[in-house]
């Protein structure tokens, strides 16, 4: 029998393997897909109070659609011989999708980085919500002031100090000037201090120190800084963009029985730009790729990926949030209504569960054609 092999348990991940679950319909296909933890983690929520509840069980989406779960750990792709191995085992793939996702790039020879905390994995977002839960009036340091670092920032000025730090002369540098006035505010807002121009040297037992020479008293240092894609992807290509994805045709295709989704492939968005690691295109990119993999196989059409618009939505804890449209962020809603935005969106990401032709039926549905504006209904 054909086997897809579909590696990494995210959105790009879960939806490919609904894509080839929908390309397959009746035909004697195997479907597996290969990932450590038995939960999908909704990782744009790890910066919420309680990161605990951003996960899925995978068996409530793969089981209903007869694609089975291999709790393992990819740790080589042999193309040439079309196997990978997983925790010792080898398993041979007609077809693969790879949908490893991506890492927080950690420093490497930063004095006392073993203390630093991330959100960035569940098991990293638990630990540091263990680590200031019942905590009065703490202080933390957080470390890069783009999307993630203003996200986790904002949210635990709540409950303490914050001092939000970067290399870069403004806050949200990658966000550009668009949102920057509402970011300012809202930062100034809950009271958080930014550094500036400004660097972590060290990780010390209560404190941050910074390349100004000072100290910061820090129950908590979170590091936000830098994203590349799962190391996998050096097995596949060595032709890898600065994030370390593999570039892919119009099919997502990245070798002729390789296919590759989210934050491990470097897929046009139009003839300038490539898409963002983020689930707005992890989503429709795993169903596309999923989708190819099994029509490959049964020699059926194959999709092609085409976007919907680009948006971006900001959490700004108590200060509201932002919700932008373009590349050069233009500021649609924010505040009270940005928030409104966002927390309809981090509903809307959840995947359906338990119904076979619930869970085939988004899959079929690729392009996002419209934002997600209070009271209307998010269409595909």
Request: negative net charge.
């Given at each position: 029998m054909a086997r897809v092999v579909i590696i990494g348990g995210g959105f790009a991940g879960v939806w490919s393997a609904a894509g080839a679950a929908l390309a397959r319909g009746e035909?004697?296909?195997?479907?597996?897909?290969?990932?450590?933890?038995?939960?999908?983690?909704l990782r744009p929520r790890l910066y919420e109070p309680e990161p605990g509840l951003a996960k899925v069980e995978l068996s409530r989406i793969l089981d209903p659609i007869g694609v089975e779960h291999l709790r393992a750990s990819v740790?080589?792709?042999?193309?040439?011989?079309?196997?990978?191995?997983?925790?010792?085992?080898a398993i041979g793939y007609d077809r693969l999708v790879l949908a490893a996702g991506s890492e927080v790039v950690r420093p490497g020879r930063l004095p006392g980085a073993e203390r630093l905390f991330d959100i960035d994995t569940a098991d990293g977002a638990q630990a540091l919500a263990d680590h200031l839960r019942d905590r009065e009036d703490f202080s933390a340091v957080v470390v890069g002031a783009g999307f993630t670092g203003l996200e986790i920032a904002t949210e635990l000025a709540a409950r303490g100090r914050v001092v939000l730090v970067d290399h870069a002369a403004a806050v949200g540098h990658q966000l550009g000037p668009g949102p920057r006035p509402q970011i300012e505010s809202a930062l100034d807002e809950l009271g958080v201090e930014r550094r500036l121009e400004t660097t972590l040297t060290e990780v010390g037992d209560g404190y941050a120190a910074l390349s100004d020479g000072t100290k910061v008293v820090a129950d908590a240092v979170v590091w936000t800084v830098g994203m590349r894609a799962s190391g996998l992807t050096r097995q596949i290509s060595d032709r890898l963009d600065p994030l370390g994805r593999v570039p892919v045709d119009h099919h997502l295709r990245a070798l002729p029985e390789v296919f590759a989704a989210g934050d491990t492939a470097a897929a046009a968005y139009d003839a300038e730009r490539t898409v963002m690691q983020a689930c707005q295109h992890a989503t429709p990119m795993g169903k596309v790729a999923g989708y190819n993999a099994a029509a490959d196989l049964l020699g059926t059409p194959l999709r092609e990926f085409a976007v919907g618009p680009y948006v971006t939505c900001l959490d700004l804890g108590g200060a509201g949030g932002l919700f932008t449209k373009g590349w050069e962020r233009e500021v649609l809603l924010a505040g009270a209504e940005g928030k409104a935005v966002k927390q309809r969106i981090n509903q809307a990401i959840h995947p359906p569960v338990d119904d076979a032709a619930e869970i085939l039926a988004a899959a079929d549905l690729i392009r996002v054609e419209r934002p997600f504006f209070p009271g209307e209904a998010a269409a595909e």
């Open positions: 035909a004697d296909l195997r479907i597996t897909l290969v990932n450590p933890s038995e939960h999908m983690v740790s080589t792709i042999d193309t040439e011989r079309r196997t990978v191995l997983a925790d010792g085992r």
